[in-house]
Structures are given as C-alpha cells and as structure tokens.
C-alpha cells in the first residue's frame, strides 16, 4: 500500500470546494431599477402600469412585478395604444431612444424612468458626436434594446458592428471623423479587436470606453475563475447579453462551464463528480435568492457525493 492510499475502510471525502464570485448578482443600475418599480406608490401613480419590455431579463423578478399588478408591453404596443390606455411606463434599465420620450408626451403618459445612467452616458456621448458630424462606429449587438437606444440617440448616424463579418463590412469615407462607441456590456476584447482593427483602416479615429464598470470586473473575473476551477456556473437569462458574454467567455476557457437561468436547471449531482472546485457567478440580472437556491443546491449535491 502506497503512504498516500486511504487505510482501509477509510472512505475519502470528496472536497468539491464551492466558491461564490464577488461580483455575482444585480449590478447597481439593475438592482436601482428593480427598487424604483418594487418601491412604487400604487396610490399614486397614474394606472395602468406597463413596462416596456423586460425589466429585468429574470423570470422570477418579471413574475414579481407581474404581481404588483404591472403588465409587459412591448414596443409595438405602446406606439399603437391611445391616449388613455397607458398610464404610466416603465422604462427598463436598457434605455429607450428620444421618440419614445416624445410619445409618451404625445399621449399624456406619465414615465418612470429606470435607465441605468452608465446607458443614459452612452446616449449622450451617441447624441453628442452625431451632432459634431462624427460617424459612430457602436460595437453591440444590433438586436439589443440599449444598442437600438444608442443608435437612436445617435441620429441613426452609427454603423453597428455584432461580429466579424460587420466589421469586415465596414465602409466609411476616409474623410470621415470616426468615434467608437459600445454597448455597456460588451466583451472588452471584441471592442479592443474592432479599434485595432477600424485603427488600421482609419488612423484617426476615436474611441470612448462606454464599456461600464460591472462588466469590465465581471469579465476579468470569470476569466480567471474559469482557469482555475473544475466546474463554472454561470447563472443567468439567455435574453441577458452581459450573462451571456459571461458564459461565453467562461466556456471558451473551461469546457465544463453550465449556463443556467436558475435552480430548476441544474445538471444532476452527478456532474459534478470529480470536481474539485465549482465556481458560482452571476449576471447581473440574477438576483440574490436565486443564487442562494443555486449555492443551496450545490451543497446538497456535495453531500450526497459524500454519502457515496
Ligand atoms: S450592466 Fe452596467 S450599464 Fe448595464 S445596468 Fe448594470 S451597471 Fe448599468
């Protein structure tokens, strides 16, 4: 028997350590939307009540607000409703572009507006340059309600660039003044591939970092969580594109990397046999109590492992 062989009968305990990113959960711009609407004064506020979209692309958080009595609309539906049908809207953290401001006005709906002021910089920056005469170049994903706000603000002047084949694509004077604008959310190293890139075709152009705070930490975050642990548990909506970039850049670095929106989709125990260390992170549109229930689940499943 080797020195390092358990003794007999000796059952090895399994360590599948669990670790919890500090970065997990609601970002500041999500949880001061979640907290305008959950504190809203249903005496006072001019009814119904809908919220453009989701507020939070979570589907507890949208039950809960369902629950208060406040109904999704989308953006078909608020532009086609009359004066009357639509007291108040909620504008999610995302952003809506100027004209839905000028509808609201338009139809005597009142607003509360809960975008995320890390969004409302992006706006403004889009606003800004568009009237100096700059071509915006807006890295994001074209189907993004905050990427649609921007290019909206922006005059429709910007060329939006979701992947390599956009920006392959792109086709500006070169007498242009170019600015380079991104989605909060972005991944830094898509924005830092498309300025290289834009830089070698235009040497002058420009770039704003409009990536926000809560992005950059999470990205650089999970890269090295995703090296160093056996298992990594992104937690979020797919519709979420800050989650989905988490997850994307998890599974590029670890292949046992799940993506999932909560406890309910959790793989049996046993996928996380043999893993010594499972990492927990979170979009920021995960609230906390799901990521309770997830952490909660984990350790049962250590458990049992360990009961093994
Ligand atoms: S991810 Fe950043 S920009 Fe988006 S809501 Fe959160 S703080 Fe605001």
Not at 72 to 78: A, P, R, S, T, V
Not at 110 to 133: E, N
Request: aromatic fraction near 6%; proline fraction near 3%.
């Amino acid at each position: 028997m080797r020195k390092t062989d358990p003794e007999p009968g000796f059952r090895m305990k399994i360590v599948m350590k669990i670790t919890l990113s500090q970065f997990a959960g609601f970002c500041d711009g999500v949880r001061r939307a979640f907290d305008i609407v959950d504190n809203l004064d249903s005496d006072k506020v001019k009814k119904p009540v809908y919220v453009l979209g989701s507020l939070v692309h979570n589907r507890d958080v949208v039950k809960k607000i369902e629950e208060k009595g406040i109904k999704k609309i989308d953006l078909e539906g608020f532009t086609r409703a009359k004066e009357g049908e639509i007291g108040t809207v909620i504008i999610t953290a995302h952003g809506v572009g100027p004209q839905i401001y000028g509808l609201a006005k338009e139809k005597n709906i009142d607003i509360v507006d809960t975008t995320c002021p890390k969004v409302i910089k992006v706006q403004r920056l889009a606003q800004a340059y568009s009237k100096r005469g700059y071509a915006i170049i807006l890295v994001g994903d074209k189907e993004h309600k905050e990427v649609k706000s921007i290019f909206e603000w922006g005059n429709g002047r910007a060329t939006i660039i979701s992947d390599r084949e956009d920006l392959k694509n792109i086709n500006l004077a070169q007498s242009e003044k170019i600015i380079i604008l991104s989605q909060t959310t972005q991944s830094r190293d898509f924005v830092d591939e498309v300025y290289g890139s834009v830089k070698e075709k235009y040497p002058d152009a420009e770039i704003a970092n409009t990536i926000c705070l809560a992005t950059n930490q999470r990205q650089d975050e999970i890269k090295k969580i995703a090296r160093e642990s056996d298992v990594v548990m992104v937690i979020g909506s797919t519709e979420s594109a800050n989650s989905t970039r988490l997850y994307e850049i998890a599974k590029s670095l670890n292949k046992k990397s799940v993506f999932i929106e909560s406890d309910e989709d959790m793989p049996e125990c046993g996928f996380f046999k043999g893993a010594d260390t499972v990492a927990v992170t979170a979009g920021a549109s995960t609230p906390d109590w799901i990521i309770e229930r997830v952490i909660a689940r984990l350790e049962s499943c250590k458990n049992s492992l360990n009961a093994v």
